[in-house]
């Protein structure tokens, strides 16, 4: 299976061994839905490269039509599909050679703080040379 993936929040427990997703339109090459065709076995990498954690999930997947309630509203994309997978099986892999990674919206985030701070402070000293001169 080949996905393109998707916006954050995009794979959906759907209950206790059942994981599913919309599959959007897009490429046109198909590959999920022929690779499915002939060998439903399914294994997906979720990563969380902030925790440098990853989880594999091993299942079997079906296509089938229609979005199921699936589809992620804030992403504008035509749904084809919904991907199916029956969890046999997971695992936390060993994080030793993943990266440390941010989010974008986490690090402006973050770096809003700093900047305000920053600004804050400068202001402050500003004050303080003006009182000293």
Not at 24 to 31: M, P, S
Not at 32 to 53: C, E, I, K, P
Not at 55 to 78: C, F, M, N, S, T
Not at 102 to 115: C, I, K, Q, S
């Amino acid at each position: 299976m080949q996905h393109r993936g998707g916006p954050r929040g995009f794979v959906r427990v759907l209950d206790d061994h059942t994981l599913g997703f919309a599959d959007l339109r897009g490429n046109r090459q198909y590959i999920t839905r022929g690779n499915l065709d002939h060998d439903n076995r399914v294994s997906l990498f979720l990563m969380d490269y902030a925790r440098q954690m990853r989880l594999k999930i091993l299942g079997r997947a079906q296509v089938v039509e229609g979005d199921h309630g699936l589809a992620v509203e804030e992403y504008p994309a035509k749904v084809d599909h919904t991907v199916l997978i029956d969890v046999e099986g997971f695992n936390w892999n060993c994080a030793q050679h993943i990266p440390q990674l941010f989010p974008r919206d986490a690090v402006d985030h973050a770096l809003g703080h700093l900047e305000e701070r920053i600004a804050e402070l400068e202001r402050e000293n500003a004050r303080l040379r003006a009182g000293q001169s």
